[in-house]
């Protein structure tokens, strides 16, 4: 009893101190709203559970909804008309409502609702509003009686007195509020009155929660808080107790970080420390959309879920970053400063003014925040001087002192940026302006405008002091410019440029910074350090190391405490500076911003005492507490939700399972598209933009591997065999669930199951015998003709063969008598001409001319002898017969004379030597010289034929 009572005290202690560290929230935490259109249910939510896979289950006015994280799902195929109560105990969900209660299994695959019995003689229970867990027993709590059950059985019914309204668990002890009788605790099967409840006496118990040093921290509808002890009860000190008595309490519970959290019927959800300050209200205008809320539940990932009169809300606690935005109705934030006991915040509407107190307390609201008068407008930023703040504005710059605004520049300065101090000057001011830059001056306790500095008619907005109080600044084409001014910053006294194209190779706009005294320039190519004396650029690749896959900033801020901020398109983080000189880069924190941030304008702003961060965002601010602890590594569950065939054309649903478990198989029957729906989903509550890894494998080939954000993957047209997903998931901060897979099997069409199988086998099998008698009766007969028909197919084709072989060898016998005959003929005709001649000739009686007639026809017939026409005719016929012989001999011996050409042909053709030397008109013995010649040429060795060789050329 000791030791426990020594557990309570230390953990009680514990959470004071936490509770009592708990800074307050500066505007609205990260809410989340589900509409009914959301969860496709009714208005009222009456209670909230989370299973054994991280599953919430609400109950509803028109069933139970079910929640996976992605996923909302309204179960109403039980008789339960108005779901009161729900509660995870074990791997059940038991369900209550009017008359009657049960559970699910929720490894049940089949998802299947057990109704528990209600004994006849237990009579009317009515609305049963509570289910707990003690032990091996499930008490419901109803408005007319305790039933207690017991292996599913009902052991104990303890009735109303008049009728129990509330009940509550504290420490393990069920208390039981009845609205005539009081307070009682159940012990055994009979219920004790509770002591010293006279504070309580006309009052409706609404909460109670277990309180440091064995106190009883006691809710009621219209008195707010008391706390009770064994020595007696006493009103609640607490500094929330007025709201939460103007409110009326509806339910209560407690948060981890030693906080509570009450839902009251008018003012939404009321968070305290166990002080009973006000740690931060979410109402209707807030983030809840409703103001009543009717039940509170704390998940795992410490999200505190209200059940509202109309609608579902979630509220994030937990993340360091919190809202000034929509509801305040301030407009896009772009500079924040404070001063005096004011913050200041410029706006695109306005400069609004905010008391520091309510800014940084609990429950700040839109009408604490003043609007500036006269400085309606675009509001670039604000600077804090004594006694008031300069704002740089579309008009010009506007002093503010108070409530009111004056503008201090003449109406030829149109819009001002920034405003700068200047090092040495106290009593100076630089402003960078839509063209140019402008000097303010101090007079008195009052800034008013000096001059414009000439020689620079640009638009100035990045702006950076150096050692040497040279400005440093970015002229666009013009690339980066070191400005020199005079003693008093009248005049430029020179102007230095250095070319983008010097170092960055682009044209691409350059923006500006400042660390560590240092001046350097950066764009989406990098960061660079800036020599101020020899004006030379070089990377940063100290700095370039802390940005990944080489995504560089779009902006970068310092704070006072030497951070950087590092804004980007889609988010912010900081490189954070550590006492060692190096740097953290801190990103987590800061991922419910992404998307939020103002384009080129990212900008914060950091408290003297680095507490409170403030960085603008779209629709206002967003605060940061560098305080507060954050885990984004919380391990969420992955879970299968179910798994169906569905018709792909009509979207109806034919064949459903539904999957808890991790691994498991199930057996589908073939259909004509085999459509399946597949409902996966990641219980990580704070992140909706989860992304997915579907893997399907068929037989252990991979035939889908998907990534998408999607939580519902359709497959169509599957082929049967064995089929395995997997699904893996990884959330915005990094972190990966354990992988779930799911098999299942799709049975071949019935022309391909097992029976069709063996009706094939059988069918084969007959149809085999009976072409095998068939065909062995007809190869026998079959045989003969076919070898009679090959013998006379063989001999037709000899007798083609021969046939074709006679004629080709007519064809060239042919063609040999043609030549020959045409040859004859040119031989009678030329002898016949020599006989005329001769005539002619020997009728001359002068010899002298006879022997010149002879002499003549002599040369005649040499010349006919040697004639190349006769050659080439020769060659033309002889080219007919043996195709391409003296191109080839020719393409192989180019050196050949004419002659030996002639010789080979002859030879080729067949001819001896005698007939070789008449038609050359050469005597044998110069035929055989020739044929010498021609073995020498072809390199023919001793032995060799010279016919056989000119044959196969």
């Known amino acids: 009893m000791r030791r426990t009572l020594l557990i309570q005290i230390i953990f009680w202690t514990f959470l004071l101190k936490t509770s009592l560290g708990m800074a307050t929230v500066v505007g609205i935490p990260e809410t989340s709203f589900f509409s009914k259109t959301d969860y496709q249910g009714g208005t009222q939510n009456w209670a909230i559970s989370q299973d054994s896979r991280d599953l919430l289950w609400i109950g509803n006015n028109k069933g139970v909804i079910r929640y996976d994280g992605e996923n909302w799902d309204l179960i109403s195929d039980f008789k339960i008309p108005l779901v009161r109560a729900v509660q995870s105990i074990g791997d059940r969900i038991y369900i209550a409502g009017f008359e009657s209660l049960g559970f699910y299994e929720t490894k049940d695959a089949s998802h299947q609702y057990h109704a528990l019995e209600l004994p006849k003689q237990v009579g009317a229970i009515e609305n049963i509003w509570g289910i707990f867990s003690f032990k091996d027993q499930v008490i419901f709590h109803s408005e007319k009686a305790i039933l207690i059950y017991e292996n599913d059985q009902l052991s104990c019914s303890i009735p109303a007195f008049t009728r129990f309204k509330r009940a509550f668990n504290v420490d393990g002890k069920l208390f039981v509020f009845d609205e005539a009788k009081g307070l009682f605790y159940l012990q055994g099967t009979k219920l004790v009155k509770l002591p010293h409840q006279m504070l309580l006496e006309d009052n409706k118990v609404t909460s109670m929660l277990a309180f440091p040093n064995n106190q009883i921290l006691i809710g009621t509808h219209k008195s707010g808080c008391f706390l009770w002890s064994s020595q007696g009860i006493t009103a609640w000190k607490g500094s929330a107790n007025t709201r939460l008595i103007q409110n009326n309490i509806f339910c209560a519970t407690l948060f981890s970080k030693g906080l509570i959290a009450f839902g009251t019927i008018q003012g939404g959800l009321i968070v305290t420390n166990l002080d009973g300050d006000v740690v931060t209200v979410v109402d209707k205008d807030r983030g809840l959309k409703n103001n009543t809320v009717l039940s509170l539940f704390v998940d795992r990932q410490k999200n505190i879920w209200c059940g509202l009169d109309n609608g579902i809300a979630k509220v994030n606690l937990n993340n360091p970053i919190s809202f000034i935005s929509s509801y305040y109705n301030i407009g896009t934030g772009y500079d924040i400063t404070k001063s ?118 640009k638009s100035l907005n990045n702006l950076v002091w150096d050692k040497d109080n040279c400005l440093w600044v970015t002229g666009g084409e013009d690339g980066i410019l070191k400005l020199h001014f005079d003693s008093t910053f009248t005049t430029f006294t020179r102007i230095d440029t250095i070319q983008n194209r010097q170092f960055a190779k682009t044209d691409h706009p350059l923006n500006l910074f400042q660390e560590k005294g240092e001046v350097k320039t950066y764009n989406h190519l990098g960061i660079f350090m800036i020599d101020t004396k020899h004006l030379t650029v070089g990377r940063d690749t100290h700095l370039e190391r802390y940005f990944e896959q080489r995504q560089f900033p779009t902006k970068i801020r310092n704070d006072k405490s030497g951070n950087l901020w590092i804004f980007k398109e889609r988010g912010v983080s900081v490189l954070r500076r550590l006492e060692d000189g190096s740097r953290k880069r801190i990103v987590f924190p800061f991922v419910p911003i992404n998307n939020r941030l103002v384009d080129f304008f990212g900008n914060v702003y950091t408290t003297p005492d680095a507490k409170h961060t403030f960085i603008n965002i779209v629709d206002g601010f967003a605060h940061y507490n560098a305080s507060q602890s954050f885990h984004f590594d919380y391990k969420y569950r992955l879970n299968i939700t179910a798994f169906e065939m569905v018709d792909p054309i009509n979207n109806i649903r034919t064949h459903k399972k539904v999957k808890q478990a991790v691994s ?290």
């Not at 004056?406 to 149109?414: M, S």
């Not at 030329?830 to 006989?835: D, K, V």
């Not at 016929?877 to 180019?894: A, C, G, R």
Request: glycine letters at 6%; hydrophobic letters at 35%.
């Open 340 to 457: 005096g006991d004011s913050f200041y915040l410029a706006t695109n509407q306005a400069l609004f003014k905010v008391d520091r107190d309510l800014l940084l307390g609990a429950s700040v609201s839109k009408e604490n925040f003043k609007k500036v008068k006269g400085t309606e407008g675009q509001n670039w930023s604000v600077y804090n001087v004594q006694n008031g703040v300069l704002v740089a504005h579309d008009l010009g710059v506007f002093y503010v002192n108070g409530s009111g605004a004056k503008l201090i520049t003449p109406k030829e300065v149109v819009g001002v940026w920034k405003i700068l101090p200047i090092s040495g000057h106290p009593n100076l001011l630089l402003g960078g302006t839509y063209k140019g830059l402008i000097v303010l001056r101090k007079i008195g306790r009052r800034w008013r405008f000096s001059h414009r500095i000439e020689g620079l008619n």
């Open 664 to 953: 498991c198989a199930s057996d589908y029957p073939y259909r004509k598209n085999n459509a399946f729906r597949l409902r996966y989903a990641a219980t990580d509550f704070n992140d909706s933009n989860i992304q997915y890894n579907v893997v399907m494998l068929r037989d252990g080939d991979t035939i889908s591997n998907i990534l998408t954000d999607k939580s519902v993957r359709n497959f169509e047209n599957l082929s049967d065999g064995h089929y395995t997903v997997s699904i893996g998931s990884v959330n915005r901060y990094g972190v990966q669930a354990d992988q779930v897979t799911f098999s299942f099997n799709i049975a071949p069409p019935w022309y391909r199951n097992d029976i069709a199988k063996v009706v094939y086998l059988l069918l084969f099998l007959l149809l085999f015998s009976v072409m095998y008698i068939v065909l062995s009766k007809k190869q026998k007969h079959a045989y003969g003709a076919i070898m009679k028909q090959y013998e006379e197919d063989i001999r037709q084709k000899e007798h083609d063969f021969n046939q074709e072989k006679l004629r080709q060898e007519m064809s060239f016998k042919e063609k040999e008598l043609s030549n020959l005959i045409k040859h004859i003929a040119q031989k009678n005709d030329f002898l016949q001409e020599i006989h005329q001649r001769l005539n002619h000739i020997a009728h001359i009686k002068e010899l002298s001319t006879r022997n010149r007639k002879i002499s003549q026809l002599q040369k005649q017939i040499d010349k006919d002898m040697h004639n190349e026409l006769h050659w080439v005719n020769f060659n033309n016929e002889f080219e007919q017969i043996h195709h391409s012989f003296i191109v080839k001999l020719t393409e192989i011996y180019p050196d050949l004379t004419e002659k030996e050409q002639k010789l080979a042909a002859y030879i080729k053709l067949g001819i001896a030597s005698k007939e070789i030397a008449v038609l050359m008109n050469i005597t044998p013995r110069t035929v055989e010289n020739y044929r010498y010649k021609l073995r020498q040429r072809f390199g023919l060795k001793s032995g060799e034929s010279l016919s056989n060789y000119i044959i196969h050329i």
